[in-house]
C-alpha cells in the first residue's frame, strides 16, 4: 500500500508500521496479525512476555497489541518495555478480565487505550490510530448483567489463584454453584 491509505480510510499514523502483538491464544494472535497486515502493519508477533521483550529490545514498535494475562507474566511488563525504549509507541492491552485498577496502570504506563476481549479487529485499529483528542465512541451493545457477573467471579476466582473453595467462600456462595457458573461459557 504505496498510498498509506487504510481499508477504513484512515491512514496509519507517520512513517512507521511496526506493529507488535503479544498474546499467548495461538488462533486469536494469528486471525489479529492478518487482519493488521490487512490495514497495513508491518506486523511482528510474540506469545510470551519474554519472547516479547525480546523482540522490543531488538527493535521497538511504533504500535503494539498486548494482552494483559500471558502464560509467563503481566503484559504490563512489555509496555513498560516498549515505553523505556520509544516512548512515542502507541500502545493498546488487550484483556479478558478488566478491571479498573489495571486499566489505570496500562495507562500511566503509556498504553492509549484498555480493550476487553474479544475486539475485533476494527475496534483495536481504531484505538491504535486514534488521535490524542479524539474520543472513543460508546459500545452499542455494553456488558449485560450476566457478564458482568460472570466477569466479577472471573476476577475474583483469579485473585484466589484459580482455587475454587476459597473463591466460593469470598463471594459467599456454594462450591459447587461456582463450579457450574465456571464450567459454563461466558454470557454475551
Same mark, same amino acid.
Given at each position: 500500500?504505496?498510498?498509506?491509505?487504510?481499508?477504513?480510510?484512515? /491512514?496509519?499514523?507517520?512513517?512507521?508500521?511496526?506493529?507488535?502483538?503479544?498474546?499467548?491464544?495461538?488462533?486469536?494472535?494469528?486471525?489479529?496479525?492478518?487482519?493488521?497486515?490487512?490495514?497495513?502493519?508491518?506486523?511482528?508477533?510474540?506469545?510470551?512476555?519474554?519472547e516479547?521483550?525480546?523482540?522490543?529490545?531488538?527493535?521497538?514498535?511504533?504500535?503494539?497489541?498486548?494482552?494483559m494475562?500471558?502464560?509467563?507474566?503481566?503484559?504490563?511488563?512489555?509496555?513498560?518495555?516498549?515505553?523505556?525504549?520509544?516512548?512515542?509507541?502507541?500502545?493498546?492491552?488487550?484483556?479478558?478480565?478488566?478491571?479498573?485498577?489495571?486499566?489505570?496502570?496500562?495507562?500511566?504506563?503509556?498504553?492509549?487505550?484498555?480493550?476487553?476481549? /474479544?475486539?475485533?479487529?476494527?475496534?483495536?485499529?481504531?484505538?491504535?490510530?486514534?488521535?490524542?483528542?479524539?474520543?472513543?465512541?460508546?459500545?452499542?451493545?455494553?456488558?449485560?448483567?450476566?457478564?458482568?457477573?460472570?466477569?466479577?467471579?472471573?476476577?475474583?476466582?483469579?485473585?484466589?489463584?484459580?482455587?475454587?473453595?476459597?473463591?466460593?467462600?469470598?463471594?459467599?456462595?456454594?462450591?459447587?454453584?461456582?463450579q457450574?457458573?465456571?464450567?459454563?461459557?461466558? /454470557?454475551?
Open positions: 500500500m504505496s498510498d498509506d491509505i487504510l481499508e477504513q480510510g484512515e /491512514p496509519i499514523p507517520g512513517d512507521e508500521r511496526s506493529l507488535l502483538i503479544v498474546d499467548d491464544d495461538r488462533p486469536f494472535l494469528a486471525r489479529l496479525a492478518r487482519a493488521m497486515e490487512g490495514r497495513g502493519f508491518d506486523v511482528e508477533t510474540a506469545e510470551s512476555v519474554e516479547a521483550v525480546a523482540k522490543v529490545k531488538a527493535t521497538a514498535p511504533a504500535f503494539a497489541v498486548v494482552d494475562r500471558l502464560g509467563d507474566g503481566n503484559g504490563l511488563d512489555v509496555v513498560q518495555a516498549i515505553r523505556d525504549k520509544r516512548d512515542d509507541a502507541r500502545t493498546v492491552i488487550l484483556t479478558g478480565y478488566g478491571n479498573i485498577a489495571t486499566a489505570v496502570t496500562a495507562v500511566k504506563l503509556g498504553a492509549v487505550d484498555y480493550l476487553s476481549k /474479544p475486539a475485533d479487529a476494527d475496534d483495536i485499529f481504531a484505538a491504535l490510530t486514534r488521535q490524542p483528542n479524539e474520543r472513543a465512541e460508546p459500545p452499542e451493545n455494553p456488558m449485560s448483567a450476566d457478564r458482568v457477573r460472570w466477569e466479577h467471579i472471573q476476577r475474583v476466582y483469579e485473585m484466589c489463584d484459580r482455587n475454587v473453595s476459597e473463591t466460593a467462600r469470598r463471594l459467599n456462595m456454594h462450591r459447587r454453584t461456582l457450574r457458573i465456571l464450567a459454563k461459557r461466558a /454470557p454475551r
